[in-house]
Every structure is written in structure tokens, then in C-alpha cells.
């Protein structure tokens, strides 16, 4: 059975504070991605990857940053943790067929910055 | 540039009543569509997909969709309604660079 798994459901951070969150996909696919989920914006892209080491940032990547030294793993990195990060943060992983393949969605974690 | 919008976002429907979820959408070139559903505090899950061939397409738990390039439109249907079909519902547009655009979302409610 296909799974991406994140590493934290729930996580409080303090303001000012460095967060990880991670994602792993057992998959093999190329493509992984992070988005943020908020009441009323829907998913909205902060950064994806098409290969190891390699990132392309998406529409919101200002106060984030990423990691993926091995396909399987794609982390996504507040430098610096605010309170207006405060959201459902969701991992999505996909094969390399030009667009046709969907996004296979890890359960989310939901962080509260305070 | 690919876009979705969703109107309505908010559904309520009587258990055993129509479900129609509406998509249209904006795409430069021929779209991939989706519609995935989320339960309260879980991910995405995958409802249908169109690519290509057969404009009806049918998907999990009864759900189906129709692609009208006319229209532009990808609208989620299902027959009757279920107490456990209650939840968010997001339609997508993908493009041959793999991204997703995804809808802000409709919330079903089923009323019992």
C-alpha cells in the first residue's frame, strides 16, 4: 500500500523557535511537495522537488525552507517560527508522468506557533 | 496558468438526496483533473481522476465526474447521500509540470 508518513500529527513551537518537519514516501517518486492548509485558502504550495537536492519554490516559500538529500525524505524547515506559520502543514509525493499521476497526501501535522 | 474555483463553500444535503459539488476551471493546455476528499484531521485522498479518454469518470464510495471542456467545468456527483460522506472535498488541475492547483474547497454536510 502507498504511504507518505510525516513525522509529528500535533506540534507546538515557541515564537522565534527552528521546526523541522519531515516527510518520508515509500513510493519511489521523483516529486514531492509541501503545502499549508488554512480555513478559506485551501492547499496552497510552499515548495516542491523533482529530484534529490533539487527545490523549486512555489507560492508562498518566504519563512521556509527545504531539504531533500534522499528521494524517499523531504523535509520542510522554519527557520525562525512565527505566529502567522500556525497551520495544517501537508506532504504530497507523486511519479514523474507529465501531470497525469495524482498526489499521494501524507495525514498532515498541524502546527501552532505561540 | 492553470486555476480551480469551487462555488459554494459550504453544501448541505438530506441523507439519500443529490450530491453536486461544482469545479471549473482554468487551464492553458488540455487539464488533468482531480477530486480528492479529506476527512477531519487527515490528509487527502484521491476520489477521481480525469486524463483522457471517457468524459464520465467514475470514482470511490459511489462518487463520479464529468469533464465538459465547453463548460470548463469538472463537477463531483453522487446519487445519495451518506451520513459518512460528510467532509472537505477539493477539486485540482495538474499540468505537464507535475504541480497541482487546487480549489479553496467545499465542506459537505449530510443532514440525517
Known amino acids: 500500500d502507498v504511504k507518505v508518513t510525516q513525522s509529528s500529527r500535533y506540534l507546538v513551537k515557541r515564537t522565534g523557535e527552528k521546526v523541522f518537519l519531515e516527510c518520508v514516501q515509500d513510493?519511489?517518486?521523483?516529486?514531492m511537495f509541501w503545502y499549508r492548509q488554512d480555513p478559506g485558502l485551501g492547499l496552497r504550495l510552499i515548495y516542491f522537488?523533482?529530484?534529490?537536492?533539487?527545490?523549486e519554490k512555489g507560492d508562498i516559500p518566504e519563512g521556509y525552507s527545504v531539504s531533500r538529500e534522499k528521494k524517499e525524505r523531504f523535509s520542510l524547515i522554519l527557520e525562525s517560527a512565527s505566529t502567522n506559520q500556525t497551520s495544517m502543514y501537508l506532504c504530497?509525493?507523486?511519479?514523474?508522468?507529465?501531470?497525469?499521476?495524482?498526489?499521494?497526501f501524507g495525514p498532515g501535522t498541524r502546527l501552532t506557533v505561540t | 496558468a492553470q486555476s480551480v474555483t469551487q462555488l459554494g463553500s459550504h453544501v448541505s444535503v438530506s441523507e439519500g438526496a443529490l450530491v453536486l459539488l461544482r469545479c471549473n476551471y482554468s487551464?492553458?493546455?488540455?487539464?488533468?483533473l482531480f477530486w480528492y476528499v479529506q476527512y477531519p484531521n487527515q490528509g487527502l485522498q484521491l476520489l477521481l481522476k480525469?486524463?483522457?479518454?471517457?468524459?464520465l469518470v467514475k470514482g470511490i464510495n459511489g462518487f463520479e465526474a464529468e469533464f465538459k471542456k465547453s463548460e470548463t467545468s469538472f463537477h463531483l456527483t453522487k446519487p445519495s447521500a451518506h451520513m459518512s460522506d460528510a467532509a472537505e472535498y477539493f477539486c485540482?488541475?495538474?499540468?505537464?509540470?507535475?504541480?497541482?492547483?487546487f480549489g479553496t474547497g467545499t465542506s459537505l454536510t449530510v443532514i440525517p
Open positions: 485540482a488541475v495538474s499540468d505537464a509540470g507535475n504541480q497541482f492547483y
Open positions: 480525469y486524463t483522457t479518454g471517457a468524459t
Open positions: 487551464s492553458s493546455v488540455p487539464p488533468y
Open positions: 522537488s523533482y529530484d534529490v537536492k533539487m527545490k
Open positions: 513510493m519511489d517518486h521523483e516529486n
Open positions: 504530497a509525493s507523486s511519479g514523474s508522468d507529465r501531470g497525469k499521476t495524482e498526489q499521494y
